[in-house]
């Protein structure tokens, strides 16, 4: 089955520490997103990237980082400069753009600072 | 500024029983309009997409319906069941500019027996 695919589930991360999520897709999309999903709140963009080695920031990409090395996956590094990283982080890919019709989710990472 | 407004914020209704829910959005140049049901704890799931030439568009009990020229939008749910309890997101995307969409906040609905 084709999809997208975040990892993990829940992510706990200790004060000063980065932490990683990870987003795979085998839709053959070439573009991917990121983005941050607060209680009472639309969501918001992290980063995104329309091909290979190439990312943009979004909306809040203070905090964050990302890499794009390969067409399939995605991560996102939540750094320690990000003081309020506690959110629900959801990964999108698309053919080409936000115009399409093939926008399709991952199920999400809930990341908790403790 | 562009923005997607939803409301209500949330909404409770008993099982059976049918309800709708309302986006306005001042996005421009606009490009397409988009419902997606999220439950909790899960990623967005698209439920339909309407471009500036559509003003309703079904997909089983849900009908979206979109008012170009008042920039409202509305999905409704008929004969609900305890599954459609979720949040409700309208999605506007921009025309011309990969990558853009606006998030409205969400209705959280509740059905209950």
């Known amino acids: 089955d084709g999809g997208i695919t975040q990892s993990p589930k829940y992510l706990f991360r200790k004060e000063g520490q980065n932490v990683t999520l990870s987003c795979e897709q085998n839709?053959?999309?070439?573009?991917m997103y990121w983005y941050r999903q607060d209680p009472g709140q639309g969501l918001r963009l992290i980063y995104y990237?329309?091909?290979?080695?190439?990312?943009q920031k979004g909306d809040i990409a203070e905090g964050y980082s990302v890499s794009r090395e390969k067409k399939e996956s995605f991560p996102l590094t939540v750094t320690s400069a990000q003081k309020n990283p506690t959110a629900f982080y959801l990964c999108?890919?698309?053919?080409?753009?936000?115009?399409?019709?093939?926008?399709?989710f991952g199920s999400g990472t809930r990341l908790t600072v403790v | 500024k562009n923005q997607v407004e939803q409301s209500p914020q949330s909404l409770i209704i008993l099982e059976g029983k049918n309800c709708t829910l309302q986006?306005?959005?001042?996005?421009?140049?606009?490009?397409?309009l988009r419902w997606y049901k999220q439950d909790t704890g899960r990623g967005p799931v698209s439920l339909t997409i309407?471009?500036?030439?559509?003003n309703t568009k079904s997909n089983g009990r849900y009908t979206a319906t979109l008012d170009a020229d008042t920039k409202q939008s509305s999905l409704h749910i008929t004969a609900s069941q305890l599954s459609d309890s979720a949040s409700y997101i309208c999605?506007?995307?921009?025309?011309?500019?990969?990558?853009?969409?606006?998030f409205g906040q969400g209705t959280t609905l509740q059905v209950k027996p």
């Open positions: 309407m471009t500036f030439s559509e």
């Open positions: 999605v506007v995307s921009f025309s011309g500019n990969t990558g853009k969409l606006i």
């Open positions: 839709l053959n999309h070439d573009a």
């Open positions: 999108a890919s698309s053919i080409e753009g936000a115009t399409d019709y093939g926008y399709t």
């Open positions: 990237s329309q091909i290979v080695n190439d990312f």
């Open positions: 986006c306005n959005y001042t996005v421009s140049p606009f490009s397409n």
